[in-house]
């Protein structure tokens, strides 16, 4: 297995100079989804790209693999991040495999227990703050300038680029670009990478002049949907914290997606996400956490509205952006925990036809 740097070079900015830090990242499986398909109909194809298969559990390794070869080789001494949590298990891991220190602002309350244990155990700086993550954005971008830290949030251009490789390897498995691709959006960095990734295999391989490129629909949790309304949101609240997020860095880049692939955003209720977050789970056999499952939740949504925006007999794919473990408790809550039985076959055997 190579990581991406070496799997993706030749679309990549990076030379023979470049030290690549690499925990042999992307490479993701792409999972067809017969569940998805039987609930939206018309024949259409539907397929999970599981990015929660990264070495963190999430698709923010593809951009940080990147981000952090760059700045070792600018001679970085040092990254720091904002985060809902992903970004900063990824920059805490990344920083380890580098060896330079990570700092890393939270938002109190609102990082799920498995990222926030994952960058304490990488050694990275955990800073919580009593604020949400624009706030923490807002400090980390003043934290660079006074103490001369490289920024690995995804306005780190280095970040897109990286990310971007997930459509390449969803184009190489699928043969062609799907018809359409459904992503959670957050900082909008993710959905901005992956059509920036179709455009240039378009330019750079499609036969037909570059037509061939996926409308890109976004998905935002209702009470954290800016893009969705058009204006930013000061207090941004939902169960998928790691998209509960009130001003996106890169609004105009996820704006510009959807404009030119003609494509659109929505909002997903925080009932959705958990309804497509379990269907995921207990129907197709994959585990995401609740962000990425905002994804399926807009496609069922859809359906479900009868304003299914692909045609009969489409290809689809779906990004899961992270592994259901990052969020154990919402794995765990509103559900009893079994009470043990004593070592009995007859009791675990009424306990198997009770169930
Ligand atoms: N899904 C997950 C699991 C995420 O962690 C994020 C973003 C997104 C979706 C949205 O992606 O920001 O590129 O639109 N997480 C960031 C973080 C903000 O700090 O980990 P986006």
């Known amino acids: 297995m190579t990581g991406l740097i070496e799997r993706w070079r030749d679309w990549?900015?990076?030379?023979?100079?470049?030290?690549?830090?690499?925990?042999?990242?992307?490479s993701?499986?792409?999972?067809?989804?017969?569940?998805?398909?039987?609930e939206i109909g018309g024949n259409r194809r539907v397929f999970l790209k599981y990015d929660g298969a990264n070495p963190t559990a999430s698709f923010k390794d593809r951009g940080m693999t990147l981000a952090m070869s760059k700045a070792m080789e600018e001679g970085c001494r040092g990254v720091i991040c904002a985060s809902t949590g992903n970004t900063s298990a990824s920059a805490a891991a990344y920083?380890?495999?580098?060896?330079?220190?990570?700092?890393?602002?939270?938002?109190?309350?609102?990082?799920a227990t498995g990222k926030l244990a994952q960058a304490i155990a990488h050694g990275a700086v955990v800073v919580p703050?009593?604020?949400?993550?624009?706030?923490?954005?807002?400090?980390?971008?003043?934290?660079?300038?006074?103490?001369?830290?490289?920024?690995?949030?995804?306005?780190?251009?280095?970040r897109i680029e990286g990310q971007k490789t997930v459509a390449l390897e969803i184009i190489e498995e699928l043969g062609a670009p799907p018809d359409a691709h459904f992503l959670p959006v957050g900082n909008a960095g993710n959905i901005t990478a992956a059509w920036r990734g179709y455009c240039e295999w378009a330019q750079k391989c499609d036969q037909d002049n570059g037509s061939r490129?996926?409308?890109?629909?976004?998905?935002?949790?209702?009470?954290?949907?800016?893009?969705?309304?058009?204006?930013?949101?000061?207090?941004?609240?939902?169960?998928?914290?790691?998209?509960?997020?009130?001003?996106?860095?890169?609004?105009?880049?996820a704006t510009n997606a959807l404009a030119e692939s003609n494509g659109?955003?929505?909002?997903?209720?925080?009932?959705?996400?958990?309804?497509?977050?379990?269907?995921?789970a207990a129907r197709e056999g994959v585990f995401c956490e609740p962000a990425s499952a905002a994804s399926a939740a807009g496609l069922l949504q859809q359906a479900r509205n009868g304003t299914l925006a692909v045609k009969e007999g489409a290809t689809i794919v779906c990004t899961l952006t992270g592994h259901g473990l990052k969020d154990p408790d919402t794995a765990v809550a509103g559900v009893a925990i079994p009470d043990p039985i004593p070592?009995?076959?007859?009791t675990l055997l009424a306990r198997m036809e009770a169930e």
């Open 12 to 26: 990549l900015p990076v030379s023979d100079a470049t030290p690549v830090v690499s925990l042999q990242e992307g």
């Open 28 to 38: 993701t499986p792409l999972i067809q989804a017969p569940g998805l398909e039987k």
């Open 95 to 111: 920083a380890a495999r580098a060896g330079v220190p990570c700092y890393v602002v939270l938002p109190a309350g609102n990082v």
């Open 129 to 158: 703050i009593d604020g949400n993550f624009d706030d923490a954005l807002r400090m980390v971008r003043e934290a660079v300038a006074a103490k001369g830290l490289t920024l690995v949030n995804s306005v780190n251009p280095y």
């Open 213 to 253: 490129r996926p409308q890109m629909f976004g998905f935002q949790a209702a009470g954290a949907a800016p893009i969705v309304h058009g204006h930013a949101v000061e207090k941004p609240e939902t169960i998928a914290t790691a998209i509960r997020i009130g001003n996106p860095a890169s609004w105009t880049g």
């Open 264 to 280: 659109a955003i929505a909002a997903v209720t925080d009932d959705e996400i958990l309804a497509a977050y379990r269907h995921l």
């Open 343 to 346: 070592v009995d076959l007859d």
